[in-house]
Each structure stands twice: as C-alpha cells, then as structure tokens.
C-alpha cells in the first residue's frame, strides 16, 4: 500500500491536528523559555499530510538547499520517525537565540549541533508526548540525532511514503525562525492516529 491509497485529511481531522499541536507547541514553548530566560512562542499554522517526496520538495525550496534536522523515532500505539527542520541559515539563528549572541560566532558552531539537538528533543518531546497524551496513548521516544542535507536526504530513510506535515512557526527574542516538524508514519499508524484524532473530536463535541 502507498500514499496514493491514503484518504486525505477531512476539515476537522487537520483543525483537531492543529488544536493538539498548538496545545504540544505551548508547552515546548514554556520549556524553551525556562532555558533560554527569553520570551518564546511557537504556532502550528498549518497540518497536512505528504507524501515523503512532495514534503521534500516542500522543504527544499530554491533558497533552503541546505537543511539541518533533528530526528527521534518514537514507537507505541502509533510508531515513526519526528524530525523538526530548519533551513541551514534558521538553524544558526536559532543556535544563536539559544546560547547567547554574546558568543563568538565560532564558540557558536561549536555548540550548534549540541544546542540542535537539546532544544529539538523538547520540541519533538513536547509534541509527541502531548498528543499521545491527549489521546490517551502512551509513546516512547530515541535519543535526539542531528542529520545535514537536502529535502531528499531527510526523508529517503523513510519507512513510509507519508509525511504527517506541520508548518512551526518560531518567535525568539522578537526574532521569527520558520521550520516545520514532520512525523513519518506507515499507513497503519497513520490509520490509527486517525481513530485516536476521531476520539479526541467526539471527546470535544460531548463537552
């Protein structure tokens, strides 16, 4: 089975998606906040689910060649793979935001890949646990990996052909920072997610 047979999102299934990330985004926020002793916010705009090869190309954009991700696969009653995605340029930034412009820039590199790596597991973390929370599931999460290179390169280690696709939206230090986290899943962890997504809109209609 491919993506192809894969029924779109319907309306309410991507504003539920979008209600749980902001709600996951919120909480990453408060997190990176006690870190950085900066003010942080963090919007989830949009929520769709891509093919890998056309979230690839969605990442990949004329100026974004280069990229740089942090990736935790994650497994329970839905498994995958998150990755939370910058362009290279964004990625720097942030590093910037989070250690301190007062570095020189060379301390900076140094400590990019460490900073990456921290503030993408609160991130991924915050995200993931709280969806499985708020869908009453439990999931366990890998060790945070810094991986560099194009659109291809983040997704060709997929298992699936599916991406499910959000657009996050970074504001630190009055500064905005665009990248996207993307949740790779097979067809039957997607179709389960969407069970658990169906419960969690019942949930809120009972109310």
């Known amino acids: 089975m491919t ?8 309306e309410m299934e991507r504003d539920a998606l979008a209600e749980l990330a902001n709600i996951a985004m919120a909480k990453a926020a408060s997190s990176l906040r006690l870190m950085i002793q900066s003010e942080v916010v963090l919007a989830v ?20 060649a280069k990229l740089v991700a942090v990736r935790q696969d994650f497994a329970g009653a839905f498994s995958g793979r998150a990755l ?13 935001a989070v ?18 790596a921290e503030t993408g597991n609160i991130i991924l973390n915050s ?3 709280t969806v499985a929370n708020l869908l009453k ?6 060790l ?17 052909d599916l991406v499910l696709f959000l657009h996050v939206k970074f504001d630190i230090r009055q500064q905005e ?3 996207y986290v993307a949740l790779l899943m097979d067809i039957p962890s997607l179709d389960e997610l969407r069970l658990l997504i169906a419960g969690f809109i019942r949930s809120l209609t009972r109310g």
Do not use: Y
Request: glycine share 8%; no cysteine; net charge negative.
């Open 3 to 10: 993506g192809d047979s894969f029924v779109p999102l319907t």
């Open 45 to 64: 705009p949009s929520v769709d689910i891509f093919t890998s090869a056309a979230a690839a190309r969605l990442v990949a954009k004329p100026d974004n």
């Open 84 to 96: 939370l995605i910058f362009p290279e340029r964004s990625s720097l930034e942030l590093v910037r």
């Open 99 to 116: 250690v301190g412009r007062q570095l020189p820039l060379e301390d900076i590199v140094d400590l990019e890949d460490e900073a990456l």
């Open 127 to 129: 995200w993931v646990a």
């Open 137 to 142: 599931r439990g999931l366990k999460m890998s």
């Open 144 to 160: 945070p990996i810094v991986v560099r290179g194009d659109g291809n390169h983040m997704f060709e280690s997929a298992r699936s």
């Open 177 to 179: 920072i665009g990248g």
